[in-house]
């Protein structure tokens, strides 16, 4: 009979102190990161690759260096190609310079004859002939240079063609060199140096650890207590059976309902549909991935 008084008294207090934690804790969930899978951009052998996981990088840090031998022959190899297209483009002004000389020597003789005709030294049909042979001089600068100028076209379309596949060499150069995109942590390093990557092929995970996002869960009722940008309350588990308290912010409301997850206990356990909520966390470096949190609205 004694023993029974103390079984019930032990399963008395289980019961007081569920209560309790059921009242202490508005909603729990766990913590997560914003993960970005850094991918290679360019197929090649991974000649360099300084990361390791754990490691904290920068933002516009120089990761690794993918195999770039034959992207470089292939712009040396064009650009001679340019260079001596360019060189087959006619120079107009030289080309006409005879034609134009040409007619500035009857543009003088036709001012000496009209003068001579004035004067009765000359006539009529003389001007006439060196007027006929300006317009023919005229019609063969504009002849010529009609054709010098359709075939420095064709030329320079030509180069253009040229120069914008050196230009796509040169872009696939600079995606040779794995250049970090945000600053965080690696988390998960899939590739090693000397291995043959490809477009697309993953090389390695990074977050940023710095703010931890505590994904929650709530029931319809508590909808109305909360508000974007309002501040809550985070306990998370101090090792010493307490809790450590810091601030947060809710940054995300769920719009939509879903069904309670598998893994996360709400305020009201016979809740069958809840409403994701996130909230932003300042991290000194205690909150990890995967981390279990509750909050307090108040």
Same mark, same amino acid.
């Given at each position: ?5 103390? $079984? ?14 059921? +009242? ?50 292939? +712009? ?39 003068? $001579? ?27 010529? +240079? ?65 703010? $931890? ?58 809740? +069958? ?26």
């Amino acid at each position: 009979m004694h023993t029974f008084k103390k $079984l019930a008294a032990v399963v008395t207090l289980i019961v007081s102190a569920c209560d309790h934690e059921e +009242k202490f804790f508005d909603a729990s969930g766990s913590f997560e990161a914003i993960e970005t899978i850094i991918s290679s951009e360019v197929s090649g052998k991974i000649t360099e690759l300084n990361i390791e996981e754990g490691q904290l990088l920068q933002d516009g840090y120089l990761v690794g260096v993918i195999d770039s031998v034959q992207l470089y022959l292939k +712009k040396a190899q064009l650009e001679v190609q340019y260079n001596a297209i360019l060189s087959k483009s006619p120079d107009i002004a030289i080309q006409l310079s005879a034609l134009e000389s040409q007619l500035a020597t009857a543009e003088k003789e036709k001012l000496r004859i009209s003068n $001579l005709v004035k004067g009765d030294a000359a006539t009529k049909k003389q001007l006439d002939d060196i007027n006929a042979s300006i317009d023919v001089i005229k019609t063969q600068i504009a002849a010529q +240079k009609s054709t010098l100028t359709i075939s420095r076209e064709g030329i320079t379309n030509d180069a253009n063609a040229i120069q914008i596949q050196i230009q796509q060499i040169e872009d696939q150069l600079k995606r040779s060199r794995i250049i970090n995109p945000v600053s965080g942590t690696v988390l998960a390093k899939y590739a090693q140096e000397n291995e043959i990557t490809s477009v697309g092929k993953p090389i390695y995970k990074i977050a940023d650890l710095s703010n $931890l996002i505590l994904r929650v869960y709530i029931t319809g009722d508590q909808l109305s207590k909360i508000k974007l940008n309002q501040q809550v309350k985070v306990l998370t588990d101090n090792g010493d059976g307490g809790f450590k308290e810091t601030d947060g912010i809710i940054t995300w409301i769920n719009d939509k309902a879903e069904f309670t997850p598998k893994t996360i206990q709400t305020k009201d356990e016979r809740a +069958k549909m809840v409403y994701a909520i996130k909230i932003n966390v300042a991290n000194d470096g205690s909150y990890k991935i995967g981390m279990y949190g509750e909050i307090k609205f108040s």
